[in-house]
């Protein structure tokens, strides 16, 4: 090693994290400070931290609502429409009138989600 040119060593360099946390190891500085370690990161610690910058994540957390709300209004419909047409089917198979049938079936949905609101 060319002498002059390289910076101290320090064998026991402390380090500090915000959480406080200290350990010593080797560095060219004495002291180092630091935001996260393996204490505190929730990489390690299992937990979930949710920083929020501007509103991000509840932006995020509407979208992902509007969008589970409307997978369950989707699934909902594909349901009563099924029910529908298995009524009317019946109706069908009996002789009676397949659009009767139906419609009391959409009926009854629908004076359900009244009762809801």
Request: hydrophobic share 25%; with cysteine.
């Given at each position: 090693m060319k002498p002059?040119?390289?910076?101290?060593?320090?064998?026991?360099?402390?380090?500090?994290?915000?959480?406080?946390?200290?350990?010593?190891?080797?560095?060219?500085?004495?002291?180092?400070?630091?935001?996260?370690?393996?204490?505190?990161?929730?990489?390690?610690?299992?937990?979930?931290?949710?920083?929020?910058?501007?509103?991000?994540?509840?932006?995020?957390?509407?979208?992902?609502?509007?969008?589970?709300?409307a997978l369950a209004r989707r699934q909902l419909e594909a349901r009563i429409r099924q029910e529908a047409e298995e009524a009317a089917r019946k109706a069908r198979a009996r002789g009676d009138d397949p659009e009767k049938a139906a419609a009391e079936v959409l009926a009854k949905y629908e004076q359900e989600q009244g009762e809801e609101a």
């Open positions: 002059g040119i390289h910076p101290k060593y320090y064998p026991n360099a402390r380090v500090i994290c915000s959480c406080g946390n200290t350990w010593t190891t080797g560095s060219t500085v004495p002291e180092i400070r630091t935001d996260v370690c393996s204490a505190c990161h929730p990489f390690y610690t299992g937990e979930q931290r949710i920083v929020d910058t501007a509103g991000q994540v509840e932006r995020f957390m509407k979208r992902l609502e509007r969008r589970q709300s």
